[in-house]
């Protein structure tokens, strides 16, 4: 059984367990251990919901001026096999955001976020990590 969907997000959010929905997903397949702790040494509320993509800043990507630069290569091929996945009806975890460094911030789900808008998605689901 898959265990980070847009479906078990939402299951957390109603059982009260969403901020260990997030813990478990960035030390597992978020491989993002770095931001799981830094949600560790912060008071953070956890909140879900649809949110308009476009309001979201994307701090990733192959574009110079974004803090965590990736090959562009690289970058076309990993939001190319989440296209992929989108159009056979695979529904995406959703973008984990927060206000740590700057306001709505993409820490988890670049890749994802950009997948979504190519697929014309304006609107997806958002985990806010607010402190």
Known sequence: MIRFTLQTALQAKD?????QWVQDYLYDEGQNKALADSFNKESISYSICEYHLLNLQRI???????KFF?????????VKGLQDKIVKG???PPLIVTNLWSENEIADG???HEALLR?????????FCKK
């Open 15 to 19: 059982n009260n367990s969403l901020q």
């Open 60 to 66: 990733m990507g192959p574009e110079n001026n974004m």
């Open 70 to 78: 990736e090959a562009e290569e690289v970058w076309e091929k990993r």
């Open 90 to 92: 695979e529904t995406m």
């Open 110 to 112: 670049a890749h994802r």
């Open 119 to 127: 697929q014309g998605y304006a609107d997806y689901w958002v985990i």
